[in-house]
C-alpha cells in the first residue's frame, strides 16, 4: 500500500498563498501520476489537480483553481506540490494527495484513484 504524507496547510487570508507538498517513503513517486483532492466540510472530495508520470508534462487542473494554482514535480527530492496563489475562502478543506498508475489524468482527477490510500492530509483554511 503506497504511503503519502501531505503538508504545507495553513490558516491564511483571501489573496494569500500556501504552497503543498505531497511525499513518499520507501518508494518513488516519479513513476506514478499524482493527484491533488480536496474535501470542504459538508463536501465530497474532488480532484484539484493532476500530473503525469512521464516528465510531468500532462497536467490537469479543476476548472475554478486554473490560473491560480499550479502543480509540480521535484524528482530529486521525490515530491509533488501544490503551489496555490489567490487563495479564496471557497479553497478551504483537507487537501489529500494520490498515486495512482495510470497515463488517464483527467480521470484520475475526476474519479479518484482506484486504490483508495489516502493519507491524513493538510488542512488549508482561507479566512479573514
Known amino acids: 500500500q503506497l504511503q503519502l504524507v501531505e503538508s504545507g496547510g495553513d490558516l491564511v487570508q483571501p489573496g494569500g498563498s500556501l504552497r503543498l507538498s505531497c511525499g513518499a517513503s520507501g518508494f518513488s513517486l516519479n513513476s506514478y501520476s499524482i493527484g491533488w483532492f480536496r474535501q470542504a466540510p459538508g463536501k465530497e472530495r474532488e480532484g484539484v489537480s493532476c500530473?503525469?508520470?512521464?516528465?510531468?508534462?500532462?497536467?490537469h487542473y479543476l476548472d475554478s483553481v486554473k490560473g491560480r494554482f499550479t502543480i509540480s514535480r521535484d524528482y530529486f527530492k521525490n515530491t509533488v506540490s501544490l503551489q496555490m496563489n489567490n487563495l479564496k475562502t471557497e479553497d478551504t478543506a483537507v487537501y489529500y494527495c494520490?498515486?495512482?498508475?495510470?497515463?488517464?489524468?483527467?480521470?484520475?482527477?475526476?474519479?479518484?484513484?482506484?486504490?483508495?490510500?489516502w493519507g491524513q492530509g493538510t488542512r488549508v483554511t482561507v479566512s479573514k
Open positions: 500530473i503525469s508520470a512521464s516528465g510531468g508534462v500532462v497536467t
Open positions: 494520490a498515486a495512482e498508475k495510470t497515463t488517464d489524468i483527467q480521470g484520475l482527477c475526476v474519479h479518484g484513484p482506484l486504490v483508495d490510500s
